[in-house]
């Protein structure tokens, strides 16, 4: 793209999601066989925080009494640590000109959603680095308000997903308003 520039690998905040991946799969290749698979070579599934109402322990029924078993792990919020899109370009921003309109146009008190179709494409000016190119976006059947938005069954989203896919796109996200 005109005007991008090279980013040097010391400003580059997090690392690739493929490397994070292959550092994993480095820890345990000499471990097993390239068949079977460990905590090192897949994501763990997430853990449940949902208290257990069915404990066996000797103790009153949830919440008169508890014990570790029953009640969820505290919960500990991290940073991501890595990135997954290194720029995001959007191919017509007249498209998102009318989106963005047409939310000024009541105020912005309506807040709106949309989906973006476009496809990923290698970028240059990162170490492993991956740019996400909207072709179009897709303003789909919805409610709202100024709290936020409740996308509607839309019957017309398939036929949709069938034209982005013949143009050789994918849906790579969405795109919501929001007041601050």
Avoid at 89 to 114: A, D, L, T
Avoid at 131 to 140: F, L, S, T
Avoid at 163 to 174: D, P, Y
Wanted: aromatic share 10%; glycine share 6%.
């Amino acid at each position: 793209m005109p005007g991008d520039k090279k980013v040097d690998e010391k400003n580059i905040k997090h690392q690739s999601f493929d490397s994070i991946i292959t550092e994993s799969k480095k820890k345990c290749a000499k471990s097993h066989p390239p068949t079977a698979k460990c905590a090192n070579c897949t994501f763990q599934a997430p853990p449940s925080y949902r208290v257990n109402y069915n404990c066996v322990n000797n103790h009153k029924p949830y919440p008169q009494g508890s014990c570790q078993k029953c009640v969820p792990s505290t919960v500990i919020l991290n940073r991501q640590k890595w990135r997954h899109v290194d720029h995001v370009g959007f191919m017509c921003p007249s498209e998102v000109g009318r989106f963005v309109g047409y939310w000024e146009k009541r105020g912005c008190i309506e807040q709106r959603m949309c989906h973006l179709y476009g496809y990923y494409s290698e970028d240059p000016n990162y170490p492993e680095g991956i740019r996400c190119n909207v072709e179009c976006i897709y303003d789909p059947p919805q409610i709202s308000d100024m709290s936020g938005q409740v996308e509607l069954d839309d019957p017309n989203r398939h036929i949709v997903d069938m034209i982005a896919s013949a143009l050789g796109f994918e849906h790579v996200g969405m795109m919501f308003t929001k007041l601050d």
